[in-house]
Every structure is written in C-alpha cells, then in structure tokens.
C-alpha cells in the first residue's frame, strides 16, 4: 500500500489519539482490557462467515471451527444442551436482539412486543424494521420493568401471544427484569408456556451474571427462548461484535436453502464478520471460568467502593445487585463532559469494566462530583488534609490488593 507523508502523518496523529483515550472509558460498558496481539496477524485474510457455521460452506476463508466453540461455550454458559440451541456471532448487542424480535416475529406473527421505558433505544428501530406491534411499558423507578403494568398492558390488549422483551441488565440503571416473576404472571393470567415468547437483552449483564454467586434468573433453565450478548462490552474487543443464542427449532423455522453459498441461511447479514468470532474464541479461551468470576468480582468490587465513598459524601448513589453500573444523580455539564458520561434526565452512571484495574479513575471523578455537590465540606476536608484527593484512602489500597489479579 503506498500512502502520502501527509495521510501516513494523519494516521501517526490518530493513533497518538487512540493511545491517549484507550483507558478513557468510565460512561459507557466497553471494556479496554484486551489483547488480541495473537491474532493481529489474520488481519491480511479476506475471511467471511457467511451463512451458518454448522454446515460446510464454498468459501473456504472462513472461521466456522472458532465460531462453533464460541457457541458451545454460550449455550453452556445460558443452561440449554448445544445441540438444543443455534446462535451465532453478530455485530453487536442490536442484531441480536433484532434475531431474537424476529424469530419471535416468525413464531407469532401478529403478536404484540412488551418492553419497558428503560428498554435499549435499539428496540424502537427493530420492532419498526420488523413491524412489530409494540407497547411500551411504564419501568419501576429502579429500572425494572413495572409487572403491573406489563399485565394491566397485556390484558387490556386480550393479546394471546405476547413477545417479551426482557432486559437483563438495563444500560441507564444495570436493573434486570425478574423473568421468573413474570412467567409466574402469565401463568396466572392464564398464558400458557408455549403461547408467548421470552427474549433477554443481556448485552452487558450475559458475562457477569454466569460468574456470581447469587444471580438473577437470566438462562434457558430460568425460561428464557432468546439471549444476546454484546462482545466489546465486558468481553472487550477493538471491534463491535456480540453473540445472540436461541433455541435451534425457532431458528428452523426462519432457515432458507441458499444454493450460491451453497449453505443455509439464518442470520441477519449475508457476509459475516470472520475476524471477530476468533477474537470472542480467543477471549473466552485465554480466561479460564475462575479468571471471570475474579474479573468480574474485582469490577463489582470497585462498582461498590464507588457506592460508598459517594454515599460516605451524601450523594444518593446506588447499584443493583451484580451490577457494575453505578447510579448518581447528574453531575454538572462540566463534570459530564471532562469524564464522557452518558446521563439522561437527571440521572448518571459510572460503569466500572475490567480495565479499571484501581480506583484511580473511578475516584478522581468522584472527588470532582463530591468537591462539587458540597464544595465547604470539601474545602474543609482539605484544609485538613492538602493532599487528601491525591491519596489513595487505606480501605482502598486494601481492597486493590485483595483484588490484583488482572
Ligand atoms: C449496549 C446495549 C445494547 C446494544 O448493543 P450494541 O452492541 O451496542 O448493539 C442493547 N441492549 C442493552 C441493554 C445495551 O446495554
């Protein structure tokens, strides 16, 4: 490739940029702590997925053999036999959840799709492109879906075959729908099993609640058809990727015979991403399931020290349960803008993913909240101490001792 000094120069200027921001994220769920060196090296390849990686293909530059293993690993981790499942790796959180709408779609085609108002934007965009008939529900003020509400919903609509759409991890507040709660509803209300449909949108919480000890019901043993999961959140990937898993006989229903591919076609787009089923490979098989729990303790860990210091300051901040988002009340547009939070209304979150390896970030960002929200108190501590915000408090210490395993 031969490029001009001037576009190689912009380029050097990029990656100056991406070396400055690479640990930057403390809004937004994607994990930087990556690393793919092993696989730099397929970057020269024309690799494409195309069609079903279960069954041999005409183009021969393709990852089937990863993608496979990354699936047995997934139906593994949501609890459903993989012979019993089909998934496969998407472009990231959307597609499969649109995967999911769809099959849904096919399964009860004039059916109605319940989600909450904490529902991911994504939603709104698939029901429209599926044309979908949707109601949204009213969320409780944690973020879970409002179970009256659904049912109130649900009866004044006489819908038989409802399509919910459950989130497992809500990206404002990290709330995740009780979907035993909600089976156990429409049961009473008389809906049987196999007359409604049960997707989770587990684009964050499908690599954390697998590794805890108490969690939410979230898998096909709990009741769910449907799961996606987002690659570059917790997993953590240089490019958007995900995984959706279903249950192999409503995925039957959609496959079509493609004789150009030679090979059945299941998923959304034609050309499939080929580098990034070996990037999830990679990851998954490079941390062993005791790493993620400790992974993922060590998040939740910071999650909680980030509670209580701004609790300690009297700033209303919380968590759910084995979520690693961070609720606050919106901090000033300064504040907002110097650390990139996503805020919506008058809430905040911080999220914290596996490359925060201290509390480092996490605390300069509550000291400025803190020296805001009650700027005498802050000065006073300070007079008492000049360098309290450049310590690291002992509790803290402590707690990243116990924690340095990444
Ligand atoms: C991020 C997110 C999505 C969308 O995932 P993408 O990978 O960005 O397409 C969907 N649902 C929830 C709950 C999310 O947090």
Known sequence: MTMSTADKARLDEFWQHCLKHQFFNIGYPENADFDYAPLHRFLRFSINNCGDWAAPSNYVLNSFDFEREVMTYFSDLFGIRHEDSWGYVTNGGTEGNMFGCYLARELFPGGTLYYSKDTHYSVAKIVKLLRIRCRAVD??????????????????????????????????????????????????????????YLHADAALSGMILPFVDRPQPFSF??????????????????????????????????????????????????????????????????HSPAQWRRRVQHCLGIAQHAVERMRAAGIDAWRHDNSITVVFPCPSARIAKKYCLATSGDTAHLITTPH?????????LIDEIIAEAQPAAWRALRQDNPAHDLQVPTQVREFASRFDVI
């Open 139 to 196: 969320s409780l003020a944690n973020g879970e879906i409002d179970y009256d509400d659904l049912m109130a919903k649900i009866a004044a609509d006489q819908e038989r075959h409802p399509i919910i759409f459950a989130n497992i991890g809500t990206t404002l507040r990290g709330a995740v729908d009780d979907i035993a709660l909600i089976q156990q509803r429409l049961a009473q209300a008389g809906i049987a099993r196999e007359d409604y």
């Open 221 to 286: 043993a709990d009741g769910i058809d449907s799961i996606c999961v987002s690659g570059h959140k917790m997993i953590g990937s240089p490019i958007p990727c995900g995984i959706v898993v279903a249950k192999r006989e409503a995925v039957e229903r959609i496959s079509v015979e493609v004789d150009y591919i030679s090979a059945s076609d299941k998923t959304i787009s034609g050309s499939r991403n080929g580098h990034t089923p070996l990037m999830m490979w990679a990851a998954l098989r490079s």
């Open 356 to 364: 925060h390896q201290d509390t480092r970030q996490v605390d300069a």
